[in-house]
T-cell receptor
Framework: QKEVEQNSGPLSVPEGAIASLNCTYS??????FFWYRQYSGKSPELIMF????GDKEDGRFTAQLNKASQYVSLLIRDSQPSDSATYLC??????????FGTGTRLQVFP | NAGVTQTPKFQVLKTGQSMTLQCAQD?????MYWYRQDPGMGLRLIYY???????DKGEVPNGYNVSRLNKREFSLRLESAAPSQTSVYFC????????????FGPGTRLTVL
């Protein structure tokens, strides 16, 4: 069974701090990695994707991938209360469907 | 563009009743999916359709059937609802064969009594 694991949280960080969200996956054949954000009662929305080892930055968000360690993370700089949500990690191989983790709940307090 | 639309938004059923959840997308995606989301379980794939005319089972297909009516529409049917099917159901499209992003509909909150 291919698995994607995340700490369920909640991860609590003060406003302005860096939030670090982590995800590990079991399938070494995985090639595509995604971070979705889901506000309470809403549907998931894609915020980042990464294919290559290393860092990918988009505004306040940085995705980090280490395929050797089967580890992907999401850093949120200058965290805002509006970032409070559940963050879902998702993984897929080239021709396969997404496998989602159970999500990490982030709370940013003023 | 409406993106991915789902109907209904809320539904209450009695055990044994049947219903169909409707989903449509206007992004010309080949692939479409049905997920259920339960507390602590994350998103679990029920069925998916990689292209018009094809459907495949996901992780939790038992108790469900699907129809890919055309490229735009993908419906999910519960033939005989059970309390274990109480969940939030999301339809999604994209995410395969070059469509990088998978877009989600607003969800259907289903309660089976």
């Amino acid at each position: 069974q291919k698995e994607v694991e995340q700490n369920s949280g909640p991860l609590s960080v003060p406003e302005g701090a860096i939030a670090s969200l982590n995800c590990t996956y079991s399938d070494r054949g995985s090639q595509s990695f995604f971070w979705y954000r889901q506000y309470s009662g809403k549907s998931p929305e894609l915020i980042m994707f990464i294919y290559s080892n290393g860092d990918k930055e988009d505004g306040r968000f940085t995705a980090q991938l280490n395929k050797a360690s089967q580890y992907v993370s999401l850093l949120i700089r200058d965290s805002q209360p509006s970032d409070s949500a559940t963050y879902l990690c998702a993984v897929s191989s080239v021709t396969d469907k997404l496998i989602f983790g159970t999500g990490t709940r982030l709370q940013v307090f003023p | 563009n409406a993106g991915v639309t789902q109907t209904p938004k809320f539904q209450v059923l009695k055990t044994g009743q049947s219903m169909t959840l409707q989903c449509a997308q206007d992004m010309n995606h080949n692939s479409m999916y049905w997920y259920r989301q339960d507390p602590g379980m994350g998103l679990r794939l029920i069925y998916y359709s990689a292209s018009e005319g094809t459907t495949d089972k996901g992780e939790v297909p038992n108790g469900y059937n699907v129809s890919r009516l055309n490229k735009r529409e993908f419906s999910l049917r519960l033939e005989s609802a059970a309390p274990s099917q109480t969940s939030v159901y999301f339809c999604a499209s994209g995410g395969l064969a070059g469509d990088i992003e998978q877009f989600f509909g607003p969800g259907t909150r289903l309660t089976v009594l």
